[in-house]
């Protein structure tokens, strides 16, 4: 059998956040001396830093990697407010390239703290974004990663708690979650605008409205992009075979053994030309037509951090 056609989700790929993070590092290249320091991936994509090495900037893991008074950029996923003392006391130049909208749950934690709320944190432990926004107070936040989790938090004074969620995750499995800690805690705080940003929801209905009219998705992203692997999962959930792949080189043609409609999408901080691979390589496969499925047109556009908005202008 041969494949058919070939359908894009859309909107898929780069999000204001990660265009506006890239940018930053851009521009910290051209105005900054060398050498450039990155605090952790600037965003979760491996090629996407890999270029960047390339152009000499230097990741590191902790900035006891990297030598005082140097300039250090902030990767997208934000950090917790002990990096930015550690940072200060060093005399480094830092260039925040966190997302404004993972610093609207940095400035939520600290509000809520203010007026003497628990905070119940749907989140993944270990990511780079949890650990920032947890570090805001960690005495006051409790993670929820699952509904077991949510099943036997425990919080100071239950009149007052309120819940705040890491940006990438899965819409439907953070509905679940909140329903539990909704009937558990009858006077918890949900902010009127959730905490899962407009690019990660918009991504998973597009993969869900693929999922109507293919037999297999596939999702390029790295295996460490949280908002990646949630659509892989959403696409599964629906009952659609799906695979994360990295690039065209980790697709396994076997995959496409009775495949007529591939559906193709792409982690918020996924390079467009990574998906264009793997389209070339599908379009070995028979004569595919190449087509859109469209849930949302994206305008959002972040403004770059002032230290460089003359450089960006
Ligand atoms: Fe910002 Fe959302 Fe993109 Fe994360 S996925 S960088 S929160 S816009």
């Known amino acids: 059998m041969t494949l058919d056609r070939i359908l894009l ?3 898929r790929g780069f999000c204001a956040g990660v265009e506006r993070a890239v940018q930053v590092i851009d ?3 051209e105005a900054y001396e060398a050498p450039i320091f990155c605090r952790r991936e600037i965003v979760h994509n491996r090629h996407v830093v890999e270029v960047f090495e390339s152009k000499g ?4 893991e902790e900035l006891t990697e990297v030598p005082d008074n140097a300039t250090v950029v902030f990767s997208a996923h934000g950090v917790s407010p002990t990096v930015w003392a550690a940072a200060e006391a060093r005399g480094l130049t830092v260039i925040d390239a966190t997302c404004p909208l993972v610093t609207r749950v940095h400035l939520e934690v600290k509000a809520y703290v203010k ?3 628990s905070i119940l944190y749907i989140g993944h432990a270990k990511h780079d974004e949890a650990v920032g926004v947890m570090g805001e107070a960690p005495d006051r936040i409790t993670l929820i990663e699952t509904v077991a989790d949510a099943e036997s938090a425990v919080v100071a004074d239950e009149s007052k708690v ?5 940006t990438t995750l899965s819409v439907d499995d953070t509905q679940e979650i909140l ?8 006077q918890l705080v949900v902010p009127p605008k959730s905490d899962i940003c407009y690019a990660t929801s918009n991504r998973q209905l597009a993969v869900k409205k693929l999922c109507e009219e293919v037999d297999l998705v596939l999702i390029v992203g790295s295996s460490n992009s949280s908002n990646s692997k949630r659509l892989v999962e959403v696409a599964r959930s629906c009952g659609t075979a799906a695979h994360l792949i990295a ?5 396994n043609m076997e995959w496409l053994t ?3 409609t591939v559906g193709l999408s792409s982690g918020a901080s996924t390079p467009e030309l990574l998906v264009d691979g793997v389209v070339e390589i599908l379009q070995t496969k028979g004569t595919p037509s190449v087509g859109q499925v469209t849930v949302a047109i994206e305008d959002t556009v972040f403004r770059l951090p002032r230290e460089l908005q003359q450089a960006g202008s």
């Open 247 to 251: 690039n065209a080189g980790e697709l």
């Open 258 to 260: 009775d495949v007529r």
């Open 57 to 60: 900037v230097t990741f590191v």
């Open 9 to 11: 989700a859309e909107p």
């Open 27 to 29: 521009l910290v290249l």
């Open 162 to 166: 309120v819940c705040l969620t890491q």
């Open 115 to 117: 007026k003497g709320l």
């Open 179 to 186: 329903n539990v800690l909704k009937s558990r805690f009858t």
